[in-house]
């Protein structure tokens, strides 16, 4: 049983479409990741080394639709600069601290780039691309050094904050999912982490799993502007 799990995230590991003729990669996330996947897959202990993003059950209920034909006519307002407040735990996530994330508009899809600090304390820029999930009504995020990932905007007011979750199931038996806030400054308002915390409650994701991504005037901004 375990096994098949495996194998069935492993085929989203692949390579990504990016809106973007040039990158600057984060050196050996992409074949880590891989390898460590095909390791469990076929080591000794494969049910003891079961991931543990992969859980048992089936994605929350996410009114998606609705969700899209609300913000889907203002999605151009989401280009700019953003930056990451906290997150739930996530392998494929690089960064540990001062993570950025660039949105660039480019009608009905964004270039994305995410810039920031990795646990070596080495400044780290990753590439990608979000643009609609032909399995929508939904983005889909592609970026290096992580599988493609359905990515749900679960509230935002565009000029604040955003509240972002992304969820992959396998047969309703199991499901892997990832949460994610953002803000439009370092220092997000107590109100706005708020408000995400009650979107994700609603869904019956607890806010508490969520872990702070340092940010502030230590963190090398100015060293990634350009996508």
Not at 13 to 39: E, F, Q
Not at 69 to 79: E, F, L, S
Not at 145 to 161: I, M, S
């Amino acid at each position: 049983m375990y096994l098949d799990i495996l194998r069935l995230f492993l085929r989203y590991i692949k390579p990504a479409p990016i809106l973007s003729r040039h990158s600057v990669r984060c050196p050996g996330m992409m074949k880590h990741v891989y390898l460590s996947l095909v390791a469990l897959l076929v080591g000794p202990s494969v049910v003891r080394s079961v991931p543990d993003f992969v859980k048992e059950g089936s994605c929350p209920i996410v009114n998606e639709a609705v969700l899209w034909q609300q913000q889907q006519p203002n999605h151009w307002q989401m280009d700019g600069k953003w930056y990451q407040h906290s997150r739930t735990p996530n392998p494929f996530d690089p960064f540990s601290r001062c993570m950025q994330w660039r949105l660039e508009y480019i009608g009905g899809a964004f270039r994305t780039a995410s810039n920031g600090v990795d646990a070596t304390g080495a400044p780290i820029r990753t590439l990608g691309s979000l643009f609609y999930d032909p399995q929508g009504p939904r983005l889909l995020l592609t970026h290096e050094g992580a599988p493609p990932a359905p990515l749900v905007v679960l509230a935002t007011d565009y000029q604040n904050y955003a509240c972002f979750y992304a969820c992959k199931d396998v047969q309703k038996r199991f499901y892997a999912d990832f949460g994610f806030i953002f803000s439009r400054t370092p220092k997000m308002d107590p109100r706005h982490v708020k408000v995400c915390q009650e979107a994700f409650a609603k869904i019956g994701v607890d806010s508490s799993t969520f872990v702070q991504t340092p940010q502030g005037d230590n963190c090398p901004y100015e060293e990634t502007q350009a996508i």
